[in-house]
């Protein structure tokens, strides 16, 4: 069983930067076809993709945090990292990273717990 871990979410002042981790508990990494991504979830909204990098590194993020964040990963250590900078307060959410795993004609997602990230005005 996969389980994903983050990290690194807190309490920041608008224009101000956190970084998010998120490590896989295993090597999900070496599957050839795997998507990693972040997605938030603003209290009384829907959970809604932020950014996703696949396997190859190419990555995607939504128009409103494009040029803000930057998403990477480091498959030697099974994780992915969010960098946010010049925070604003709407984006003020859980974050929660995913793992969109194919094997074969099998896909699984996976979630992790979810991270607090709010940013004051």
């Known amino acids: 069983q996969v389980q994903l871990v983050e990290s690194g979410g807190g309490l920041v002042q608008a224009g101000g930067s956190l970084r998010l981790s998120c490590a896989a508990s295993?090597?999900?990494?070496?599957?050839?076809?795997?998507?990693m991504g972040w997605y938030r979830q603003a209290p009384g909204k829907q959970r809604d993709l932020v950014a996703r990098?696949?396997?190859?590194?190419?990555?995607n993020y939504v128009d409103s945090v494009r040029g803000r964040f930057t998403l990477s990963r480091d498959n030697a250590k099974n994780t992915v990292y969010l960098q946010m900078n010049s925070l604003k307060p709407e984006d003020t959410a859980v974050y929660y990273c995913n793992a969109d795993v194919w094997s074969g004609a099998s896909r699984t997602l996976y979630w992790g717990q979810g991270t607090q990230v709010t940013v004051s005005s």
């Open positions: 990098i696949t396997s190859a590194g190419t990555t």
């Open positions: 295993r090597s999900i990494f070496s599957i050839n076809s795997n998507t």
